[in-house]
């Protein structure tokens, strides 16, 4: 078995040193504002934009706030990558994955839409899988006024939005979406009902803990019988072939190591062109560590060769 890369153990002490209680001791208002206070403190100085604003889709149940990240001043049709923050459908935001998404879009030189879509309790499932696939459907619609090539379109993000995206690419595909180039799941959950060797061994100490996963997995669900609904664990769905081309991308000190991989395995399996990068020394979360962690940064730079790989 790997070791602890060093970087990560230093992010875990910074985060133990803060004192702050874990996401599952408070409520979720108060969650909300320590994942941005962590955030702030373990990502880096967020790279200069060109462009960025904020704007609204119109979905089935109302406006969804987003942030469009375009570096430089030509006018030319770009690719485009819908991203979905991670935060277990509970916390995060578009300021907690704003240095990311600007990372993406500066390196990448492709648009970067960040989608703010519903948080539980407050909206439980499927409110967040209805938000990420009404954004999408929007921004493909609106690709001319947004300066994006809607053939050139991709989903991706982290944790439960790394869910989130394989969820809309599952949909687009049986729903006439719009076509999707890749997909980008950074360390997803994609099976609510198992139980794996990975959620058994970092269990406890290393980010993400068994509690907290119930913790989210309570204030988003309505009931446990959503766990088998796919549009929460896409593990689940009836067919995994026709689906775009995927990255996958897991940390070998995370619960969710191994379902991301069984996913990855998956999709390779019913003929789905898949790159898997496993960061062995490395927890749940470690994009959005770059302030200290040197791999999120290799993390980032593997996102937007794939991008560039399948044209987006």
């Not at 406006?63 to 469009?68: C, E, K």
């Not at 119930?214 to 995994?240: G, I, Q």
């Amino acid at each position: 078995m790997a070791e602890l890369d060093s970087s990560a153990a230093t992010a875990l002490e910074l985060i133990r040193a803060a004192g702050r209680p874990p996401a599952d001791q408070l409520s979720p208002a108060e969650a909300r504002i320590g994942y941005l206070q962590a955030r702030g403190a373990l990502s880096p100085q967020p790279p200069a934009i060109t462009h960025v604003r904020d704007l609204d889709a119109q979905g089935r149940n109302g406006a969804i706030p987003l942030r469009l990240y375009r570096d430089g001043d030509d006018e030319a049709a770009r690719g485009c990558l819908v991203y979905f923050h991670g935060g277990g459908w509970v916390i995060g935001d578009r300021d907690t994955h704003d240095v990311v998404c600007r990372q993406i879009a500066q390196r990448s030189r492709a648009v970067v839409i960040s989608i703010d879509y519903r948080l539980g309790p407050e909206h439980k499932f499927p409110a967040a899988v209805e938000d990420a696939i009404d954004a999408t459907a929007w921004v493909a619609k609106h690709a001319d006024e947004l300066g994006i090539d809607a053939k050139r379109l991709a989903v991706g993000g982290d944790s439960a939005g790394g869910n989130l995206a394989a969820v809309v690419a599952i949909d687009a595909r049986d729903n006439a979406g719009p076509a999707i180039a890749m997909q980008a799941l950074v360390y997803p959950s994609t099976d609510m009902l198992g139980s794996t060797e990975s959620h058994e061994a970092f269990a406890e100490n290393y980010m993400l803990t068994k509690s907290m996963m119930t913790y989210f997995r309570a204030h988003y669900l309505r009931s446990a019988d959503d766990k088998a609904d796919w549009r929460a664990s896409p593990m689940r769905a009836a067919r995994h072939d026709g689906l775009p081309p995927a990255l996958v991308i897991t940390a070998g000190f995370d619960p969710l190591r191994d379902e991301g991989e069984a996913y990855a395995r998956r999709l390779a399996e019913r003929g789905v062109a898949v790159t898997l990068r496993r960061f062995p020394g490395q927890i749940h979360g470690f994009l959005t560590m770059g302030r200290v962690i040197p791999e999120a940064g290799e993390a980032v730079d593997e996102i937007v060769a794939t991008m560039a790989a399948r044209g987006v």
